[in-house]
Nanobody
Framework: QVQLVEFGGGLVQTGGSLKVSCVGS????????MAWFRQAPGEERQFVGH????????FYANSVKGRFTISKDNAKRTLYLQMNGLTPEDTAVYYC????????????????WGQGTRVTVSS
């Protein structure tokens, strides 16, 4: 079964940019709808964006729309999240998730998850 590994998190100042990635372990990557979620300490996991199997139909939470861009490269088995105009409210662990069946803002509908990568935005 596919495994997902996120990387690219780090520390960035307010107004800066960061790109995080999620790499799949096998050639089934192209069969997954995928999403990014994030979770800050003491808060529930929050939807960020999702994208279709072929990298189509990106959709974003209002909190990140216009600042973040989700993309999917099946040849590289990689999901990306480009984050621009970062603020301290974006500080969280960012998780990628995958589903063959759903393209949804609900984390409960995604059976496959990465381990997360931490993004910290300093004020």
């Amino acid at each position: 079964q596919v495994q997902l590994v996120e990387f690219g998190g780090g520390l960035v100042q307010t107004g800066g940019s960061l790109k995080v990635s999620c790499v799949g372990s096998d050639d089934g990557f192209s069969t997954y709808n995928m999403a990014w979620f994030r979770q800050a300490p003491g808060e529930e996991r929050q939807f960020v964006g999702h994208i279709g199997k072929r990298g189509d139909s990106p959709f974003y939470a209002n909190s990140v729309k216009g600042r973040f861009t989700i993309s999917k490269d099946n040849a590289k088995r990689t999901l990306y999240l480009q984050m621009n105009g970062l603020t301290p409210e974006d500080t969280a662990v960012y998780y990628c998730a995958a589903s063959t069946s759903f393209r949804s803002p609900s984390p409960s509908l995604y059976p496959l998850w990465g381990q997360g990568t931490r993004v910290t935005v300093s004020s």
